[in-house]
């Protein structure tokens, strides 16, 4: 799960005339074709074959009403938890605040399906709660999926408000501490207006997240699009009312999508950065206790309970002689696809990093834009689109590590094609210029210049889409070949069917893999 | 203009080029002979970039372009950038961040470069012995010099540098400009300079194209320049100018700054530089001092005559004028031009 960037406004210069780039602009056209074929085919095959809805209206409502419920209150959660902890960390003294930085934005490396199997393993009679004495029953329904997805996403408002904060000139502050206003009021006149871009942004995005979600909500059994999809699909010939259904969500994801960008581009707040240091708020007494307990208490259910339940689970099962089976299979394919998964995104966002980031084109707004629609598109949907194009019009294909490969790249290209582009813009245009005036054609010009100058973009967009791929579940739900199956899988149909101690090994697999390449994203995101 | 062809070594004709609606190139023409500087002056956006990235074939325009006679534009033909043997220096260098010194000097020769010539190459700029620096270990004046070097070693026909002083600061420009004329003379390599900084074109070059939107407006030596301006508008571009309207009429046009020659008829524009513009004190006053600038080895007084019009002074420290000072003011020197309808 990454932050959604907007399509920028930083261009580079164009360079060599026009005619020259085309391949680069047919190569960026043919990568985009599988990030365009979900939405598109899914809208026609609904137009053509009808809704085929069963169920009454009421019954849409409900389920809408339900997933914006969710939603909002996800939202509002996780925004003020992470705005909290983001003004901790950059604005306070308190002591070791770059650990408590990383801290609160670890958790978002635990996929919303461990979540719940976070919440579902620690209560209960069995859980690891009433072992120490303190039985809750397991909050299926609204409040577990609240609980799980409020806490897992909030290091995304986390990760969003740590740049807003860093961004408001500390001069401004201080004029309003000056003009003889208390902290308090500074915070709520200056810094909070000044935040509202870095707010909204969150807010939206979180907002996307969870209508996506389909993980937490279909194993703490709240009834959302996504779960409703996924059953109508599951449980049915007539694949209409699944399909129409995402065709709803999918609009809806889009919708959010778009109030995101058109109010980043409003945001216009831009204060001239200095590079004076920032005056850090005293905490001293209870100040500083109550912010310790926040922080201390927000680990410990975040990240220290996730791990507990996990080892807790893994224990028991291994001590009351559970068939845990071996993982060695699971582990290898994930670790397979997803390195299939990352070259072969890496090499096509390529020529669409290189085309978006040239100059005076509209085109390359509108290509950066597909890209970035198709990763906010709700995973689920995307797989039930897929299949219905796929069974219509290629049915060879389906149920092939081929086409999961290809549906991959479609989602995640945007995810890839970000990093690519920092790179290329932190570079000068020049660069290439200059080699092909130093007597260099464009293919030593490509592989001499342009790609040793990115490499650290490309390796970047590899280790993200292998993340994201190692912990994608609706999507390799429908889509994977027949009994092609990742540790992902397995830890949601084994939580599904209570063998917690089975999807327990397997959620601590997937840790174990993705750790590494994790911790080093994190520290990215943060330090950018 | 009277070289022979076969000795220039870019000749651009007819050069025009516009993004959107802005023009970039508009009926521009330039010759460069062989083993001259020439310096391409110009305000900020008047398109010399432009043109210089159209002869390096970084970009296309209408018109046509040859390089040592070979034609490298027109409108069926597009010579690459790597096949036209022009060396560009670029205004942020452009040096390969991921390679050394050597390296970036040796790129543009073949297979990655005879360590003989990169060497030449280096001692020629003064960086004998810094090959194997990484290009963020050098300082600007270092990169500048690199990028000097990168594009001298593969001998091109011509070596084109856009802005190349204006990422230094001032102590250090005055004295790479001095070694840049002195490097490019001994290696006597034609080159063509872009620059916005009418002092750096005057002091580099052997000659200036004054360029304005989109057009070379006057090509001249440094001197010609600004002695005898081509308008009132590369007057007062190059250096401090005062413009006065007059009449001409049988041979002369008569201002209150005295009476000058000319063969124009009719309304015109009477162009004075302030250094030609003298002061007196007592006899039959026509001026009011309206303020003064003092600077050590000069002063600028700025007077205003009957009409409100100000005409600067340029003198020396004595004596000293106050605002409200009645003077006589009479320039010694003008050039007259006739008035833009």
Known sequence: MGVIAPPPDRTRASSTRPTRSLGWWIAASVVLIPALVPPISLAIQVLLSGTGLIFPTSRLIELLAATLGLAVAVTITSLSIGTITAWLTTRTDLRGRNTWMVLAALPLVIPSYMAALTVIGATGNNGLLAAIGLTIPTPYGFWGAWLALSLFLAPLAHLTIIPGLRAIDPAIEDAGVGLGASRWRVFWTITLPQLRPSLVSAALMIGLYTLSDFGAVSLLRYDTFTRAIYTLYAGQIDRRPAATLSLILMALALTVLTIEWSTRRR??????????????????????????????????????????????????????????????????????????????????????????????????????????????????????????????????????????????????????????????????????????????????????????????????????????????????????????????????????EAFYTRASAASLALLAVSIVPLLVMTRRDLNT | MTSTPDRLTIRARGLN????????????????????????????????????????????????????????????????????????????????????????????????????????????????????????????????????????????????????????????????????KVILAEARTTAVLVTHDQEEALAASDLVAVMYEGQVVQYDSPAQLYTNPADPWVAAFLGDADSLQATGHRGYADTMLGRFKTDLRGPVVVVVRPEDVQLSIGEAPNAVVAHTEFFGHDQLVTVALPGGTRVRSRIGPRPRYSPGDNVRVRALYARVFPARS
């Open chain 1, 267 to 496: 945001a216009g707040y831009r204060s001239s950065s200095t590079k004076r240091g920032r005056r850090l708020v005293v905490l001293r007494g209870p100040g500083r206790f109550v912010s310790i307990g926040f922080l201390g208490s927000l680990t410990a259910i975040s990240l220290l309970l996730p791990v507990s339940v996990l080892i807790y689970w893994l224990v028991r099962g291994l001590r009351l002689g559970n068939e845990l089976g071996s993982l060695w299979d699971e582990v290898g394919r994930t670790l397979g696809i997803a390195l299939a998964a990352a070259a072969v995104t890496v090499v096509a966002a390529f020529p669409l990093a290189m085309v978006t980031t040239w100059k005076r084109r509209r085109m390359s707004t509108t290509y950066e834009s597909v890209a970035w629609g198709a990763y906010s598109l709700p995973h689920i949907t995307v797989g039930v689109a897929v299949i219905a194009f796929v069974l219509r019009s290629a049915p060879i294909v389906y149920q092939t590590a081929a086409l999961l490969l290809l549906v991959y790249m479609g989602m995640f290209l945007a995810q890839a094609m970000s990093p690519i582009q920092d790179s290329l813009r932190r570079a000068s245009p020049d660069l290439e210029d200059a080699s092909r005036g130093l007597g260099r054609g464009q293919l030593t010009t490509l592989r001499r210049i342009t790609l040793p100058i990115t490499t650290p973009g490309l390796l970047a967009a590899a280790t993200l889409v292998f993340i994201s791929v190692m912990k994608e579940l609706p999507a390799t739900l429908l889509l994977r070949p027949n009994g092609f199956e990742t540790l992902a899988i397995r830890i949601w149909s084994a939580t599904g």
């Open chain 2, 17 to 180: 080029k516009a993004y959107g609606d802005v023009v970039a190139l508009h009926d521009f023409n330039l010759d460069v002979w062989e083993g001259s500087l020439l310096t391409l002056l110009g305000p900020s956006g008047c398109g010399k970039t432009t043109a210089l990235r159209v002869i390096a074939g970084f970009e296309s325009a209408d018109g046509t372009v040859d390089i040592r006679g070979r034609r490298v534009l027109d409108r069926d033909t597009f010579v690459p950038p790597e096949k036209r043997r022009v060396g560009m220096v670029f205004q942020d260098y452009a040096l390969f961040p991921h390679m050394t010194v050597a390296r970036n000097v040796g790129y543009g020769l073949e297979r990655g470069g005879d360590p003989g010539r990169v060497g030449e190459v280096l001692e020629l700029v003064g960086l004998s012995g810094l090959g194997d620096r990484m290009p963020n270990e050098l300082s600007g004046g270092q990169q500048q010099r690199v990028a000097l070097a990168r594009a001298m070693a593969p001998q091109p026909d011509v070596i084109l540098l856009d802005e190349p002083f204006s990422n230094l600061d001032a102590n250090l420009r005055d004295r790479v400009r001095r070694e840049l």
